[in-house]
Antibody
C-alpha cells in the first residue's frame, strides 16, 4: 500500500523559514516524480513544486519561485520542501503527492494527509 | 496559464440522483490530460479519473469521465451517501499544471 507521511508544518512568523518532509513507502520511490500541492484554508488546490524521479529537474509555481526549494533523497525515500521568506499567503495545508510516472505528463495518483503551515505574527 | 472553470459551484441533489459536473479549459488540452479528484472534509484529495475518462483503481463504475478539447464532464450515475463531497478537475498537459476551483456536491 502506498503511503505518504508529511511532517514539519507549524506556526511561523512572516519572513521565517520552515522545512517540510514527506516519507514515502509502498512503492519504488526512485521511479516516480514527486510534488507538493497546497490548499489554503477554505480554498482550492494549488500546485507548488515538482522534482523528477532522478532529481535532475525541478519545477516551481511562480508564486514560490526563488523562495522554496524542493529536494529528494531516493536512498531514504524522502521528499523535502525548504520554504524561506514565508508570507501570510503561504498559509495552507501542504500535501505531498506521488506522480503517476517518472516524467511528464503525469497526474497525482496518491496524496499524503497534509501538514498545516500557518504564517502569522 | 490554462484556467479551468468548474460549474456549477454547488450541486444540490438527493441520493440516487445523477450528478453532472463540468470543467471548461481556457485552451485546448492535448491528449486529454485531464483528471478528476474527490475531496472530503479534513481529507486529502483522492484520484477518481485520469486521461479524461479512465477510472483509477478501486473507483466505483458509477463514476465516469468524458470530454476532449476544452470541455470535460464528470458524471456520477447514482449518488451514494459517500459521494457528497468536493470535486476538482486538474489539467496536467500544459505548464503550469492547474486545478479548477471545485464543485461541491451537497445533499438536497
Amino acid at each position: 500500500e502506498v503511503q505518504l507521511l508529511e511532517s514539519g508544518g507549524g506556526l511561523i512568523q512572516p519572513g521565517g523559514s520552515l522545512r517540510l518532509s514527506c516519507v514515502a513507502s509502498g512503492f519504488t520511490f526512485s521511479g516516480y516524480a514527486m510534488s507538493w500541492v497546497r490548499q489554503a484554508p477554505g480554498r482550492g488546490l494549488e500546485w507548488v513544486s515538482t522534482m523528477t524521479d532522478n532529481g535532475r529537474s525541478t519545477y516551481y509555481a511562480d508564486s514560490v519561485k526563488g523562495r522554496f526549494t524542493i529536494s529528494r533523497d531516493n536512498s531514504e525515500n524522502t521528499l523535502s520542501l525548504q520554504m524561506n521568506s514565508l508570507r501570510a499567503e503561504d498559509t495552507a495545508t501542504y500535501y505531498c503527492a506521488k506522480a503517476s510516472s517518472g516524467s511528464r505528463p503525469y497526474y497525482f495518483d496518491c496524496w499524503g494527509q497534509g501538514t498545516l503551515v500557518t504564517v502569522s505574527s | 496559464e490554462t484556467v479551468l472553470t468548474q460549474s456549477p459551484g454547488t450541486l444540490s441533489l438527493s441520493p440516487g440522483e445523477r450528478a453532472t459536473l463540468t470543467c471548461r479549459a481556457s485552451q485546448s488540452l492535448s491528449s486529454k490530460y485531464l483528471a478528476w479528484y474527490q475531496q472530503k472534509p479534513g481529507q486529502a484529495p483522492r484520484l477518481l479519473i485520469y486521461g479524461a475518462s479512465s477510472r483509477a483503481t478501486g473507483v466505483p463504475d458509477r463514476f465516469s469521465g468524458s470530454g476532449s478539447g476544452t470541455d470535460f464532464t464528470l458524471t456520477i450515475s447514482r449518488l451514494e451517501p459517500e459521494d457528497f463531497a468536493l470535486y476538482y478537475c486538474h489539467q496536467y498537459g500544459a505548464s503550469p499544471r492547474t486545478f479548477g476551483q471545485g464543485t461541491k456536491v451537497e445533499i438536497k
